[in-house]
């Protein structure tokens, strides 16, 4: 079986995003972390690629880009050699390939074709410019350590990216970089070696070296170090992060630092504050869209109650007369949203609840009801969050966020709230999910529809589960893990001084 993609035929798809709402907030938590993304996995790689394109320049480079590219292919099989050689190593592209290799135990190992793109052979990695060109490379531009140069070459840049190359080389030591140039020229490596080049693993970098003061200053951005709108935004909230590991006195993961800054009012020092606020923004929206979602995933479970389908009218009627057996159903939506209190409403509760795969569509409905009130009365009673979520989520032509079925909700929050849910499932989310099935069956040629139209009734086609967006936090965390500013126990004596230089 070929898992390669099959660009030429119509793609048979799900679609995480059924209502288009996520793209809201990943447009915003870009914004939180530039230079990170999901798939930059480990920081050691930004001085690896850019000591890559130095010591290409150094040995002999040519202008072809076939050539740039076997080098940079090859400098990443030999990274994914020694950090299988030496295990523990994650977040390490073609790992897996490095592993299977090594337990052929060989005395010499030839990768020069699993380092090329003959795609007849194994490769490390299939991806043409390997994990520099699919996911480090753009990030490196974003915090200044990469240019693309002549002929289409990137390179890195005079300043920064000269700095974290001739950093590296100082880290490893002279004896190693001769060996790792040797190694990448030859494409051939023997285990003796590879023992001897421990000292490029991702988690190798020298304590109190230029290479370490390199990455504090790309992620933290010290006092007295100018930086771009992008630089501050990342250096705010990977402070942030260190906050919640300080406050948790633990390695937090993702959503534990979601939920500290959703839970958190304020933070002493003013940009951390606003920094905060942007978070709380974009956890709303992603609850929101989580909830919306949920409401959804119910109408195609309606849907699939019957062989021939409902009609759109059948589906408002049985969500309106199905809402009847909960408390406050009759009331004006304004009313029952104001009994509710943001404060109190355990937001996280809901969200396991409605992410979770226990128990039906139905069951969940309610907690999504509860969900969108509490979120709404939140951000009434807020106007700093207000105010942000206007200014960062702000919808423009078809696009949806928090702020669009706000504004849907207030315009008609005399109506009772079954009225008014009845109302939303149809009018705002399952002919949304058609409407953007359409646009992706147009432009991507993909098929994502969740149900089908026959005669005017609504077939159940495939059943759906929310999903939360990814906002770049686990890479960050590792990030801070890699310099040694978080560990087991929350943050190291070194995060609590640049913190409070920081403050």
């Not at 140039?181 to 023997?190: F, G, Q």
């Amino acid at each position: 079986m070929s898992a390669e993609p099959e660009w030429t035929e119509r793609a048979d798809k799900r679609g995480l995003d059924p209502l288009g709402m996520q793209n809201a907030g990943v447009s915003l938590y870009q914004t939180l972390l530039p230079g990170i993304s999901n798939v930059t996995l480990r920081i050691r790689y930004f001085a690896y690629f850019c000591w890559v394109s130095d010591a290409y320049a150094r040995n002999g480079a040519s202008n072809e880009f076939a050539a740039w590219r076997t080098w940079v292919r090859r400098a990443e099989a030999l990274f994914a050699l020694v950090s299988s050689y030496h295990g523990g190593e994650s977040g390490v592209g073609g790992v897996e390939w490095a592993d299977r290799r090594l337990a052929l135990e060989e005395l010499e190992i030839d990768f020069a074709q699993a380092a090329s793109n003959d795609p007849k052979v194994t490769r490390y990695l299939r991806q043409s410019l390997g994990v520099f060109g699919g996911a480090y490379y753009s990030q490196m531009v974003e915090v200044g350590l990469f240019v693309e140069g002549e002929h289409g070459i990137q390179r890195a840049s005079n300043g920064l990216g000269r700095s974290a190359a001739a950093a590296f080389r100082e880290a490893i030591g002279q004896d190693v970089e001769t060996m790792l140039v040797d190694s990448i020229k030859s494409a051939k490596v023997t285990p003796d070696v590879l023992d001897e080049l421990l000292p490029i693993l991702p988690s190798a970098i020298p304590e109190g070296s230029n290479e370490l003061a390199i990455y504090e200053q790309l992620l933290l951005k010290p006092a007295g170090v100018e930086g771009t709108v992008g630089d501050l935004s990342r250096s705010s909230s990977l402070k942030l992060v260190l906050e919640s590991a300080r406050a948790m006195e633990c390695r937090p993961d993702p959503m534990s630092v979601r939920w500290h800054l959703f839970s958190t009012r304020t933070f002493d020092h003013p940009a951390l504050d606003r920094q905060r606020v942007r978070w709380e923004a974009y956890h709303c929206h992603d609850i929101m869209q989580i909830a919306a979602a949920a409401l959804l995933e119910w109408a195609i479970e309606l849907m699939g109650e019957q062989d021939a389908g409902l009609t759109v009218a059948e589906i408002r009627g049985a969500v309106w007369q199905r809402l009847g057996s909960h408390d406050g159903v009759d009331d004006p939506w304004s009313e029952f949203q104001g009994r509710i209190d943001p404060r109190e409403h355990d937001y996280r509760e809901g969200w396991s609840r409605l992410t979770g795969r226990r128990g039906i569509a139905e069951q969940k409905s309610w907690d999504a009801v509860l969900m969108l009130a509490a979120l709404f009365e939140r951000v009434a009673h807020d106007s700093a969050l207000s105010e942000t979520m206007h200014l960062e989520l702000r919808g423009a032509g078809n696009a949806r966020s928090i702020v669009t079925e706000l504004k849907w909700f207030a315009d008609r929050a005399a109506e009772t709230v079954r009225d008014l849910i009845a109302a939303y499932v149809v009018e705002r989310l399952v002919m949304r999910h058609s409407w953007v099935a359409m646009q992706k069956l147009r432009r991507q040629k993909d098929y994502t529809f969740l149900f089908e139209v026959r005669d005017g009734r609504l077939l159940r086609r495939n059943g759906y589960a929310p999903v939360a967006t990814t906002p770049r936090l686990n890479p960050a965390i590792q990030f801070l893990v890699d310099v040694g500013l978080i560990d087991d126990n929350g943050i190291t004596e070194r995060a609590r001084e640049l913190l409070g230089e920081a403050a």
